[in-house]
Nanobody
Framework: QLVESGGGSGEVGRSLSLSCATS????????VAWFRQAPGQEREGVAS????????YYADSTRGRFAISVDDTKTLVHLQMNALKPEDTAVYYC??????????????????WGQGTQVTVS
């Protein structure tokens, strides 16, 4: 089970952070990621992290501004969003994958999803 928290409204150029608490069979998780979906658009991967090595992956639109991380227990996933832009407005979803992902930013690689949390930038 994945439960997101944080988000809400932010100003252009400022920062927001999201968190995702994972529970259940967390030992089987290999990748965690954040996706977002704006109205009328497809779900987009914004950041992913491979728990085995800590390797991170970012979309071109978020690289350098967003940072994904996990806590020491690897059960809490964070997304720090800096230098916010209006186009960052979307519902953000936390996701987890139980197998290796050739394409860590593709939604098809992920088995488990949170319910989503709204981020609005103005």
């Amino acid at each position: 089970q994945l439960v997101e928290s944080g988000g809400g409204s932010g100003e252009v150029g400022r920062s927001l952070s999201l968190s995702c608490a994972t529970s259940g069979d967390t030992g089987s998780v290999k990748y965690v990621a954040w996706f977002r979906q704006a109205p009328g658009q497809e779900r987009e991967g914004v950041a992913s992290l491979f728990l085995g090595t800590g390797a991170t992956y970012y979309a071109d639109s978020t690289r350098g501004r967003f940072a994904i991380s996990v806590d020491d227990t690897k059960t809490l996933v964070h997304l720090q969003m800096n230098a916010l832009k209006p186009e960052d407005t979307a519902v953000y979803y936390c996701a987890a994958a139980g197998s290796n992902a050739w394409y860590p930013l593709r939604s098809s690689a992920y088995n488990w999803w949170g319910q989503g949390t709204q981020v609005t930038v103005s």
